[in-house]
């Protein structure tokens, strides 16, 4: 089963499309990666799956349902987004964060045990790492059917990007959790995820299963060189 298909897609602000003809599927229990150089349209994508924007034309099917719906809604049926943002409330404590997002903290402490020791700490006071296993630690338990993840590893630590990489997969392999995950860190990325879509000027220019993705690593990395 798809956790998600996008068909024909188009997306923007305004009238203005800023990709186009978006295709692309993540199926139930992978990790699917979105590369691409800044500017190709990696974000934009995710804001229009998300329903944060709306699309003009095209469709969005989440588990098998197309959906027009915005973001909360989606959210509510099974969707979680993770923005480059850190979703933290830096004025509560990291407890405090995992009270106001109703999820169970005990689970939360399984996945990234490193923030026990900061529960009383406000989100702010943190390091960026730890703000961002907060961030993804609360999506996760949610028990999504789906999870959009912004640029996961932005301005973080090798060891800490490994660690977010990681409890995505075994959260896709172990609940059937489907991923969508737009990253930069191409080589590190491959080592964690089922298939791979390169975007360019607002368009997918490679849609690769990983075996053929590891062989094309220069291709890929090459996309960056213009968005």
Do not use: C, W
């Amino acid at each position: 089963m798809s956790a998600l298909d996008v068909i024909g897609m188009s997306a923007g602000y305004g009238t203005q499309p800023v990709v186009e003809n978006i295709n692309l599927t993540v199926e139930s229990g992978t990790v699917t990666a979105l590369f691409g150089a800044n500017g190709a349209g990696k974000s934009t994508t995710l804001k229009a799956i998300s329903g944060a924007i709306g699309v003009l034309a095209g469709s969005v099917a989440i588990n098998g349902s197309a959906t027009t719906a915005p973001l909360y809604q989606r959210a509510r049926n099974g969707l979680s987004y993770v923005t480059e943002e850190r979703s933290v409330f830096k004025g509560l404590t990291v407890e405090e964060n995992l009270r106001v997002g109703g999820v169970d903290i005990p689970t939360v402490l399984a996945l990234f045990p490193e923030l026990e020791k900061r529960l009383r700490i406000k989100a702010g006071l943190i390091s960026g790492g730890e703000q961002q296993m907060l961030s993804l630690g609360r999506a996760m338990v949610r028990g999504p059917n789906l999870i959009l993840a912004d640029e996961l590893s932005l301005g973080l630590a090798p060891l800490v990007v490994t660690r977010l990489f990681k409890a995505l997969r075994t959260a896709a392999s172990e609940t059937g959790l489907g991923v969508l995950l737009v990253e930069q860190h191409v080589r590190k990325a491959l080592d964690y995820v089922d298939h791979v879509y390169v975007m360019r000027r607002g368009r997918v220019e490679l849609d690769l299963p990983i075996a053929k993705a590891k062989n094309r690593i220069e291709d890929i990395e090459n996309a960056y060189l213009s968005a």
